[in-house]
């Protein structure tokens, strides 16, 4: 278990920069997913983590000590590619003993701990099998336990299940969560899907084009995104430039969304709105008298629920509901858009 | 009923057809000429005789065998080991000297074994090469000519395969996971050791099929032990000329043959059966 903490990271290659002023604080125990889309430089801040990178500039502390002047090989980080990169020359057993091999742990307390983090996975009895003859999901298992065979004091995982089908990622998942929250140690997991980092992260880290642009829980980040990509990145949001006026009410482009109240009530001028399309509610044409009146676009089941795409003076606005009764609207129906401001959030400017 | 295609079995015709003009063919003349009689007037004599396999049987043949085994073999050991480090080196490099590098190969590769052999025998001269420059420098009290010597054919053999070898490994070096490497680091091995504990585990079937490969090719090289080698350096490969073109001993040279052939035969197949075996475990 180990404290993490970026200082002022910097990495460009020439004149790309790939980090730019990167500081974050992991605490022990953390759970951590660096989401972000391809190269926003979530890779590039693991792989420095990692020792298989050096910053340009800044430094890491793990424990309060500088981490940078340790190689790679000496910083004992339990790490799982992208590719896996298991050693095919080796069996199962020892591929997931390898570090200890390294370390030069005897024989036999190497084939104990092999045998201790096979159970672990869920591969008991492997232990002789050459990995060739794995299936996707058992390699992802040894790879998982070949990392974390050393004790690691930071267990690293880079877009670890992006090659598998959903449900056994989904799967996956779960029990990475669940053997983190067992072991207990520091995880820092890299990922570009928005849904694996809101279902497996303690803290969501944002990365956009290099630089961080929110760090938060599951649920911050989804309620109350501190910036216009985050909005838009995380989950199905619409956002709205709008108009705050004291005392009047909110409007968007020239159609009123209703008297703000609370923090709301004071700001003044023009602001990003940011409204999940749950809280959204639709109505038959004539019946509400709001202002907000949409054209059905396109209409689709997600199981549990309903998602209407409409178009209300040229901007796509995107409802869900339950989906506990069939839709009420169909491709070209006219719907009012009922808005409530009270969950509604201000993007930070 | 399954109608019997007979089409797709026709198409198996034309590499037999190939086989037999241009390797089954001569291969059957050669074993038949083998027990042929040798006539000193004029070629041979049809006849059916083991007297020229009888001959290879002395010691004569067996130092020969021998030696042209062990040559064949330490030089394709050093031939590997000094390409694929060099390979692995070069895809390590930049995409523009990765290039750079491939085309020297290439450009190595097409040049023929003569032209290589006589550079060498310039290179190795007492007045314009290495012992010269070695001389001028100061290092070399009394330079002589380096070549002919065993030491000058390994050379020209080294740098004939060299070659071969390095852009053999070349696509499976550069397209390799580097991440396995990577991994290797993460647990606890040090950057210089990583070539020894992953890499070259990891490529020691190919190697072990480069070997071979290189070991057979080196049997049957002909200009390199003539050119830079002595009379006692030569392989079995200069000895068949010799006596087949030379000393118009057509069978016996086709008894030689014969045998090397089987020899070569005996160990590809035992190295596949290996492989099979080291694959089945």
């Not at chain 1, 890779?43 to 790679?72: K, Y």
């Not at chain 2, 399954?2 to 198996?12: S, V, Y």
């Not at chain 2, 030491?151 to 499976?172: C, H, N």
Request: charged fraction near 15%; proline fraction near 5%; glycine fraction near 10%.
């Amino acid at each position: 278990m180990a404290q993490v903490s970026f200082n002022r990271i910097r990495r460009t290659y020439g004149e790309f920069t790939a980090l730019d002023d990167v500081n974050l604080g992991i605490e022990s125990g953390e759970f951590i997913c660096l989401l972000g889309p391809s190269g926003c430089g979530k890779t590039t801040l693991l792989r420095i983590l990692a020792g298989l990178e050096q910053p340009t500039a800044g430094d890491i502390l793990v424990d309060g000590a500088d981490f940078g002047a340790v190689p790679c090989h000496r910083r004992n980080i339990g790490m799982v590619f992208q590719s896996l990169a298991l050693f095919p020359h080796l069996s199962v057993g020892e591929n997931i003993a390898y570090g200890l091999d390294v370390r030069g742990v005897a024989k036999e307390q190497r084939r104990a701990r092999a045998d201790e983090l096979t159970e672990l996975v869920g591969l008991p009895g492997l232990y002789d099998r050459p990995v060739s003859a794995l299936s996707g999901g058992q390699r992802q298992r040894v790879a998982i336990a070949r990392a974390l065979a050393i004790e690691p004091v930071l267990f690293l995982m880079d877009e670890p299940f992006s090659a598998l089908d959903a449900g056994l990622r989904e799967h996956l998942q779960i029990e990475v969560k669940k053997l983190q929250r067992k072991l207990g140690v520091t995880t820092i997991f890299v990922t570009h899907d928005q849904n694996e980092a809101m279902s497996i992260a303690d803290r969501i880290v944002i990365l956009n084009g290099g630089v961080i642009e929110q760090a938060g829980t599951p649920t911050e980040v989804y309620a109350r995104p501190r910036s216009e990509f985050v909005a838009n990145f995380v989950g199905t949001n619409n956002v709205l430039e709008v108009e705050f006026t004291p005392g009047a009410d909110v409007m968007w482009n020239g159609i009123s969304l209703g008297r703000p109240t609370g923090d709301m009530a004071s700001l003044h001028g023009r602001r990003k709105l940011s409204i999940r399309p749950e809280y959204l509610q639709l109505a038959p044409a004539g019946t509400t008298g709001t202002g907000m009146v949409g054209t059905v676009e396109f209409v689709r089941l997600l199981g549990a629920q309903i998602e209407t795409e409409l178009t209300v003076s040229g901007h796509t606005i995107i409802d869900t509901m339950i989906s506990d009764r069939p839709p009420a609207f169909g491709e070209g129906d006219t719907a009012e858009i009922l808005i409530n401001l009270d969950h509604a959030w201000v993007i930070p400017s | 009923m399954k109608r019997f295609a007979i089409a797709p079995h026709l198409i198996g015709l034309y590499p037999l057809g190939m086989m037999t003009i241009f390797f089954l063919g001569p291969l059957a003349f050669m074993v038949v000429v083998s027990f042929y009689l040798r006539d000193p007037l004029g070629f041979y004599k049809v006849d059916f005789v083991w007297e020229n396999y009888g001959k290879f049987f002395s010691s004569f043949y067996y130092s020969v065998s021998l030696r042209s085994i062990w040559t064949s073999a330490l030089a394709s050991l050093l031939t590997v080991a000094l390409a694929f480090p060099a390979i692995f080196i070069i895809v390590g490099m930049r995409r523009k000297w990765q290039l750079v590098w491939v085309i020297g190969l290439l450009a190595l590769m097409c040049l023929s074994e003569v032209v290589i052999g006589f550079a060498w025998v310039i290179l190795m001269s007492e007045s314009a090469g290495i012992p010269r420059l070695l001389g001028w420098l100061g290092l070399w009290e009394n330079p002589r000519s380096l070549s002919p010597s065993r030491l000058a054919m390994l050379i020209g053999m080294v740098s004939l395969g060299f070659s071969l070898v390095a852009l053999m490994f070349y696509p499976q070096l550069s397209q390799r996971d580097r991440a396995i490497e990577e991994a290797a680091q993460t647990l606890g091995t040090p950057p210089a050791k990583v070539f020894f504990k992953v890499v070259l585990p990891i490529f020691r079937p190919a190697l072990a099929s480069s070997l071979v490969t290189m070991f057979v090719f080196y049997l049957g090289v002909y200009v390199m032990p003539t050119m830079l080698g002595r009379p006692q350096d030569w392989n079995m490969s200069v000895i068949i000329t010799d006596k087949a073109v030379e000393q118009a001993n057509m069978p016996l040279g086709a008894a030689l043959a014969v045998i090397m052939l089987v020899f070569t035969v005996l160990l590809i197949g035992g190295f596949a059966l290996a492989t099979r075996k080291e694959g089945a475990k």
